[in-house]
Nanobody
Framework: VQLQASGGGLVQAGGSLRLSCAAS????????TGWFRQAPGKEREFVAAIRWSGGNTYYGDSVKGRFTISRDFTKNTVNLQMNRLKPEDTAVYFC??????????????????WGQGTQVTVSS
């Protein structure tokens, strides 16, 4: 499956952005889709994941209560609604698809397809 992430941009602290991950080649059905982010000079960090079948979600501690991951059946996309953004949320955000054991969705090794990344910049 090929993934295309979009929706990044520049926003002030406290604002919101909505990222979208679109799949081509095959639908998301049967996959878990995750969002990861990488800030300059830092390791890639798990943000959130959703199981397409059933809609189970899983969040990284730093975004719980602020970010919401969801799936759109009609558009075959996985979306990440980001609210109350902070400067420390600034990073390149990547979406990924795979079949990890869901309890280990935060680990990159379970994902076999990655999108190209979209830049999110939060100004203070």
């Amino acid at each position: 499956v090929q993934l295309q992430a979009s929706g990044g941009g520049l926003v002030q602290a406290g604002g919101s952005l909505r990222l979208s991950c679109a799949a081509s080649g095959r639908p998301f059905s049967g996959y878990t889709t995750g969002w990861f982010r990488q800030a300059p000079g830092k390791e890639r960090e798990f943000v959130a994941a959703i199981r397409w079948s059933g809609g189970n979600t899983y969040y990284g501690d730093s975004v719980k209560g602020r970010f919401t991951i969801s799936r759109d059946f009609t558009k075959n996309t996985v979306n990440l609604q980001m609210n109350r953004l902070k400067p420390e949320d600034t990073a390149v955000y990547f979406c990924a698809a795979g079949t990890p054991i869901f309890s280990t969705s935060r680990l990159e090794g379970g994902y076999h397809s990655w999108g190209q990344g979209t830049q999110v910049t939060v100004s203070s």
